[in-house]
């Protein structure tokens, strides 16, 4: 199947710093990429929903300003937590859809997740 | 608002059929059924879908009822490796997919 890559896997950071996550797509062309937030013992919760050349979508109560996303080609997209406070410890995901898949029947495709410890 | 309805936790027998219930009652005529897992600190994993008919591929079974009110995933062998929480999804293809609670399947030794 597809392929999603997520780096770094762990990252731990002092509060008040920011952390870039990277989202690629490495067989396929991600026309869509969603990010999910999970905390411990939870399910995985929908931040916001991006497309190649154009603005996120955010879900309701999903600062935009402190989760900054881009999705500046068709292979990658970056959520930035900036100014990083212990809350937002959490396990980041990210998901694409792709265009062009042999056999694409609408499935998301999911990379490994990212650990966020903030200090 | 949850579209589906998943036991909270099952438990199985290594080698056993494992069966997963799942009660979708407002499916709309356009949504499909589709099924992830997720093992423990790991991203989602595709496992199946469907409209209306059954569904097999080389990871398990889907039987949907003929209402489309509801749905059962089966591993037909299940191993250890199969532990793991267990979603069932509702949405039309090319939407976002939202994730309920999921069942969380055990496999015993």
């Known amino acids: 199947g597809a392929v999603v890559s997520q780096h770094p896997s762990r990252v731990i950071c002092k509060s008040g710093t920011s952390v870039k996550i990277e989202c690629r797509s490495l067989d396929f062309q991600a026309t869509t990429m969603f990010w999910y937030r999970q905390f411990p013992k939870q399910s995985l919760m929908l931040m916001a929903t991006?497309?190649?050349?154009?603005?996120?979508?955010?879900e309701q109560g999903v600062e935009k300003d402190k989760f900054l996303i881009n999705h500046a080609s068709l292979t990658l997209s970056t959520l930035t937590v900036t100014s990083a406070h212990p809350e937002d410890s959490s396990f980041y995901i990210c998901?694409?859809?792709?265009?062009?898949?042999?056999?694409?029947?609408?499935?998301?495709?999911f990379g490994e997740g990212s650990r966020l410890t903030v200090l | 608002d949850a579209k589906t309805t998943q036991p909270t936790s099952m438990d199985c027998a290594e080698g056993r059929a494992a069966n997963l219930p799942c009660n979708h009652s407002t499916i709309s005529g356009n949504e499909y059924v589709y099924w992830y897992r997720q093992i423990h600190s790991q991203g989602p994993q595709y496992i199946i879908h469907?409209?209306?008919n059954n569904e097999t591929n080389e990871m398990a079974s889907l039987i949907i009822t003929e209402d489309r009110k509801s749905s059962t995933l089966i591993l037909p062998h299940a191993t250890l490796r199969d532990t793991a929480v267990y979603y069932c999804?509702?949405?039309?293809?090319?939407?976002?997919?939202?994730f309920g609670t999921g069942t969380r399947l055990t496999i015993i030794p």
């Open positions: 998901s694409a859809r792709g265009a062009g898949l042999a056999g694409n029947t609408g499935e998301l495709f």
């Open positions: 991006s497309n190649e050349g154009s603005k996120a979508t955010y």
């Open positions: 999804i509702v949405m039309i293809r090319g939407e976002k997919l939202t």
């Open positions: 469907g409209l209306k």
